[in-house]
C-alpha cells in the first residue's frame, strides 16, 4: 500500500515580500503539485533565472516547471482580468501555463465593483487607511463570509449575470452610502463600464481553464504519494487574526490557513518552512516597531530595491524584529527558516536583532494586544557586519564568520535552524545548510 505524502508549507513570517516567490520556485524541483491556498492579486511574487525576470500574482511560482501541477485553492480570490495579464506574460517568456494549472472552483472571483469598493473604504477611512493594494481583496473576502459571494465555479451556472448585477447593486449602495459616487473612482484607468466590458469577456477565457474541485485532486494525489508544496501569499504579521490589526490583509496567511484553503486535514500537514528577511520591512499602513527613518534605513531601501511588485510602493525599512518572528514561528509550527536577502546587509559595518520591546518603560517579549497604540521602543543587539559581497557563495563554510555569528543569533533566539540562505534574486544563488 502507498503512503500518503505530507503537504509542505512555505510562508512569510514578516510583513509579506520576504522572497517568497524566489524559494517556491527554487524548491519546486523537489515537488510535484504547487498550490496556492489564501490571498489573490494582492501578491507580488518575484521569480528570477537564466536572466529572465518575472512577477506572479494569482498564480503559484511553481508554473516555470512544465512538469509540475500548479494548484489555485478555493481559499484563493480571483480577478479575472489580471489572471488572464498574468497568464499572457507568461506564454512571452514562453510558457503554455494551461498545460499545467488547475483552478478550483470554490475560488471567489473578484468584481470590478469590488475594487472600486476597496478604494472607497480606503478613502473614507481618511489618514487610517490600510494602505491596501486596492485590488478589492477586503471586499472580496467580506462577500464571500457575508455569503453573498461568486465562485468560479458559478461562471458555468444559468444564473450567473442575474448574480453578477445583483452584487454589482448591493456594492454601489454600498458605495454610495459611504458619501461617495463610483464614478469618483477608476480601475486601471478605466471607468467601470469599460473595466466590466473586458471582465465579462476575460470570464469567458477563464472558462477555457481546468476548473475543478481541487480539493478532490489534492487528496487523491497525497494518496498516490506525490509531494505538495504549498504557497503562502502575505505574511504572518498581516495575518487577519493574529496580525496588526487592523492594518491586515483579510485572508489566513499563517499554516493554519493551508488546511481552509486547500481542503486539507491537519494530519497531512508536514514541514513548515518560514520565510524572513535577514532584515524587516512593510508596505502599507501600520506598526512597524524596528522601523528605521534614518540614513540607515535608506540604505536597507536602496541596496535591497525595497519597492513594491504589485504596487511599486516604497516599502518601510528596519533591522530583523525578533520578538515578532518568534511569534511568527510559534504560530505557523516553522520546522525550518529560510533566511532571505542577506547580501542586503553587505555593506553595514554593524547590523542588529531587536530582542525586546521597552513600552513605557517595560520590557517585553511579545507581541502586545495593540501594537498601534503603543509607543513601543526596541531592544537591540548588535553584530560585527562582514563588509564583502556573499553572492557569490554557495557553500554555507564558505561564509564570513560575521554572518555565521549573525545566523546563530537568529536561531539561538527563535530555537528554529536556518536551512537555507538566499544570497542574490537568481534561484541559483542559494545556499542550503546539509
Ligand atoms: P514575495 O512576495 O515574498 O515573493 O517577495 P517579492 O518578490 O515581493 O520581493 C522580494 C524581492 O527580493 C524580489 O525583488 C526578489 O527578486 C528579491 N530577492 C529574493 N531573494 C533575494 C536575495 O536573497 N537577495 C536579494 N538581493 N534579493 C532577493
Ligand atoms: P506578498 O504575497 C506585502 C499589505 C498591503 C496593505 C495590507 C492590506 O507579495 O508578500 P490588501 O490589498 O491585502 O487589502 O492590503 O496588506 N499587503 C502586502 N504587503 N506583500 C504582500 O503580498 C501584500 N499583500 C497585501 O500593503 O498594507
Ligand atoms: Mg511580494
Not at 75 to 93: A, K, T
Not at 152 to 157: A, L, N, R, T
Request: charged share 25%; aromatic share 10%; glycine share 8%.
Amino acid at each position: 500500500m502507498m503512503i500518503a505524502n505530507k503537504v509542505d508549507i512555505l510562508l512569510g513570517l514578516q510583513w509579506g515580500d520576504e522572497g517568497k516567490g524566489k524559494v517556491v520556485d527554487y524548491l519546486s524541483k523537489d515537488y510535484d503539485i504547487i498550490a496556492r491556498f489564501n490571498g489573490g492579486p494582492n501578491a507580488g511574487h518575484t521569480l528570477e533565472f537564466n536572466g529572465i525576470k518575472h512577477a506572479l500574482h494569482i498564480i503559484p511560482s511553481g508554473i516555470c516547471h512544465k512538469d509540475k501541477q500548479n494548484i489555485i485553492g478555493n481559499g484563493v480570490l480571483i480577478e479575472p482580468c489580471i489572471f488572464l495579464e498574468e497568464i499572457e506574460s507568461l506564454q512571452n517568456i514562453g510558457y503554455t501555463p494551461k498545460d499545467n494549472l488547475i483552478i478550483s472552483n470554490k475560488a471567489h472571483l473578484i468584481l470590478p465593483t469590488h475594487r472600486l469598493l476597496d478604494a472607497a473604504n480606503e478613502k473614507a477611512k481618511g489618514d487610517k487607511k490600510i494602505g491596501s493594494t486596492l485590488k478589492g481583496i477586503g471586499p472580496a473576502y467580506t462577500d464571500k463570509v457575508a455569503r453573498t459571494g461568486i465562485r468560479v465555479g458559478d461562471v458555468f451556472e444559468k444564473d450567473f449575470t442575474e448574480k453578477y448585477f445583483s452584487i454589482k447593486n448591493l456594492h454601489i449602495n454600498q458605495i454610495k452610502s459611504l458619501g461617495f459616487t463610483p464614478q469618483e473612482f477608476s480601475i486601471s484607468d478605466k471607468t467601470l463600464e469599460e473595466y466590466e466590458k473586458l471582465w465579462f469577456e476575460a470570464i469567458e477565457e477563464v472558462k477555457t481553464f481546468n476548473i475543478t474541485n481541487t480539493e478532490y485532486y489534492i487528496n487523491q494525489k497525497l494518496q498516490e504519494g506525490k509531494r505538495i508544496l504549498a504557497e503562502g501569499a502575505q505574511a504572518t504579521m498581516l495575518d487577519i487574526d493574529f496580525g496588526s490589526y487592523p492594518f491586515v490583509t483579510s485572508s489566513t496567511t499563517i499554516s493554519a490557513g493551508v488546511c481552509l484553503g486547500l481542503g486539507i486535514a491537519p494530519t497531512y500537514i508536514g514541514r513548515v518552512y518560514g520565510t524572513t528577511k535577514a532584515y524587516c520591512t512593510r508596505v502599507g499602513s501600520g506598526p512597524f516597531p524596528t522601523e528605521l527613518f534614518d540614513q540607515t534605513g535608506e540604505q536597507l531601501c536602496e541596496q535591497g530595491h525595497e519597492y513594491g511588485v504589485t504596487t511599486g510602493r516604497k516599502r518601510r525599512t528596519g533591522w530583523l524584529d525578533i520578538v515578532a518572528l518568534r511569534y511568527a514561528c510559534m504560530l505557523n509550527g516553522v520546522t525550518d527558516l529560510m533566511l532571505m536577502k542577506i547580501d542586503v546587509l553587505d555593506n553595514f559595518s554593524q547590523v542588529k536583532l531587536c530582542e525586546k520591546y521597552s513600552i513605557n518603560g517595560k520590557e517585553i517579549d511579545y507581541i502586545p494586544y495593540n501594537m498601534s497604540a503603543d509607543k513601543i521602543t526596541p531592544i537591540y543587539s548588535s553584530y560585527k557586519g562582514w563588509m564583502q559581497s556573499v553572492s557569490k557563495i554557495r557553500d554555507y563554510e564558505a561564509l564570513p564568520l560575521e554572518i555565521k555569528d549573525y545566523i546563530s543569533a537568529i536561531e539561538q533566539k527563535t530555537g528554529i535552524k536556518v536551512k537555507l540562505i538566499s544570497v542574490s534574486p537568481d534561484r541559483e544563488d542559494t545556499i542550503i545548510r546539509q
